[in-house]
């Protein structure tokens, strides 16, 4: 083992060397290389304490990443790139092509070091792609990663001989426990180059495959070869792959990753309500009657709590599908799926898009560059934003629990029909397109299942956090902001009263009346009276407008104001709509969020949430694209603005549509 | 099954039509649009396989690398037996 103590270096006083003086041993940059799945990112993270998504599963990462690495042996921070993994550097693939020109000085950076990360358990293999690194590379070391697995399986691998065979330095590392870091630094900064034996650059893939499985035999000790089998990764895949067993796990798996989301947040959640409605209270206790004191308490604290009741479910969400992708089980869901999508059009590599798209749709579509075939990739993207995104988990959850409001049985499901509904949408575009404008079949599936890993808990923990916060970030700013302007437009201008309300202030305050009965007088006078100011303000004027759009899907204007803002971000419905209820007199500053907006009513004074309009709503928000952001990404992942445009008119369409068939049905029906 | 595994001198069958469990030498990937991909893979002329799965899609491994595949491409993967047990 090449291990070097990390303190003899960092107080050598040689090495600290200021920037001008860099000399030909300190690098420009670093570069990591190597095949799918070895651990690049996870080095890099620990490199330079980055956060980029890590998973087992191979083509994580879809585009270079650069980050900066302070070491210290050196005064200056240095550049760090971590390219997608590719299985040969001279094949004609997306990934071949990245790494091609980052490689052999194509950047224009002679000074490059290289470091090809291998996987130690699957060492043949990764020894092609070493190869041909190492014979453009002037500057190469090769990190022996997962050497904590290979031991575990019995592996012993000669290190000084394998640094021989290849003639770089080679340094037994294990990326997820930090171990090895010091030594890979150190050979980074001497770069020794012996001669070496290396497959010629014209070598038939049988040549550089036989010339590898050569070395990795010579210096690998306790591997059986094809018969050796991880038999955890075997007992498992017997299960987990089977046509039938294999496609109940995966329908198990996924229903209880929905059920934790809607059960278990629910108490936590409570409690953050309860929160918000006692801070509401405090401030209408503390604070003068007027226009700050309803801007703090309908504006901004009802808003802000119509979205941060939500922060435990977005945790927990990517709690669990980080722990999920660590594991290597959804390599196998992408398997066993692989024939139900392939009829729809869509490949097998196509899972781990439409997995990601249900936290968001950004990285979704980003990831879909992980698929070979252009087609496949297309149809992959274009329904990638019909997969029930976390920033809709919050509608969901508000407009199944006013649908089903003393059921929460009928709720859960409900909320499992949205997340389906969005699955089944996605499947019948895919296979419509694919019949239309996408002609042609899925590219049929070679994947690489990867042996399955314990998963980190902490880098579970750390997604949930990051998540956690941005969304915090954004409940933040973003929401604040539209808060208080949702809550100025909904608020101003003052109307004055109306006859009517007039009437019945003076008849509460004529001589002889009983005090409840004028009490009962004002009370309506006041009801009415925020109605009409409602409906006259800005937001009631723009809704009125559009409202005759939407009446046709049962919205009356407040819920099209909901339906509007939410198109700038879909979170956003429930704080307008917190913030509209209130807006009104009878709402109770102490009741919940939820119940606040159920009892959210019409310029009529009939409830807005009929059964028949809720189920309209539920159904709009799973089908419909609001969302700018993946607009954009669709246009940049797709190269032009025509699917991106596609995307918007076909969702948008959808959904308008299909809310329709429900509430007509609904109504036709006999529900309200 | 038995009489592929008689030696006749080199006779190829795809992939798709062995039995879990069975050992095989690769010979040929016929279809050329996969075969870049299966090379780069470790699925060369002259690798040894070893069935895991079979249907559509299959598992098949080579060396310590387990490769999902479709039916369609694994009947393309020409192969000659070369024995094993099922498990
Ligand atoms: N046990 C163990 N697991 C590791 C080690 N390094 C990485 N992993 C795990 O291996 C998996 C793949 O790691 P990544 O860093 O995403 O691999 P990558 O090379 O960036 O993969 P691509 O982006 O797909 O090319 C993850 O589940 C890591 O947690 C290690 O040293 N030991
Ligand atoms: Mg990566």
Redesign the interface.
Known sequence: MVAQPAAVLANDEELLLPAEARGPRVPGRVVLAGNPNTGKTTLFNILCGARAKTSNFPGTTTAVRTGRSQWPELAEPIDVLDLPGA??LH???PEGEIARAALGGASGQPDDAVVVVVDA??L??NL?FASQVVAVEQRAVVALNMIDLAEQRGLTIDVVELSRRLGVAVVPMAARKGIGLDALRLALLTPTRTPAQLPPANAT??VA??WA?GVASDVTSG?R??????RL??RL?HVL?H?VLGLLVFLGVMTGLFWVLFALATVPMDLIEATFAHLGQLTETWLPEGAVRDLLSQGIVGGVAGTIVFLPQICLLFFLITLLEDTGYL?RA??VL??LL?RFGLP?HAFVPLLTSHACALPGIMSARLI?DRRDRLATILVAPFMSCSARLPVYVLLTTLLFADRPAAAGLAFAGCYLLGAGAALFTAWIFGRTILKGHA???????P?YKVPSLRNAFMAAKDQGLSFLTTAGTVIVAICIVMWWLSAYPKVAETPQVQELRARAAAPGLDEAAATTLTQEADALQSRAEQSGSFAGQMGHAVAPVFEPLGFDWQLTVGVLTSFLAREVFVSTMSVLAGGQADAEVDEGVVSRIRGMTKDDGSPVFTQAAAAAALVFFVLAMQCLPTLTVTRKETGGIRYAALQLGYMSGLAYVVGFVVYQGLRAAGVS | MTDRRERRGPRTVPLAELAPGA?AILREISDQ??R???????L???????V??I???C?V?????????????AQSVQVTVSGGESW
């Not at chain 1, 590219?443 to 299942?449: C, G, Q, S, V, Y």
């Not at chain 2, 870049?36 to 470790?42: E, I, K, R």
């Not at chain 2, 491994?61 to 491409?73: D, P």
């Open positions: 299985y040969d094949l004609d693939t358990c699957n043949a293999r092609v893939p049988e495959m036989a499985e591997d070869g094809v018969d050796g089998v991880d990764t075997e895949d792959t046509p390599a992408a398997f692989d024939r392939s097998g070979p590219r049929p599936m070679i994947l690489e299942l042996s | 050992m649009e996969s870049a991909v299966l090379q780069s893979l470790g060369t002329s002259g690798a040894r396989l070893r895991c799965r249907g559509d899609p598992i491994q080579v060396r310590s690398t387990r490769i999902g595949l479709s039916k369609h491409v």
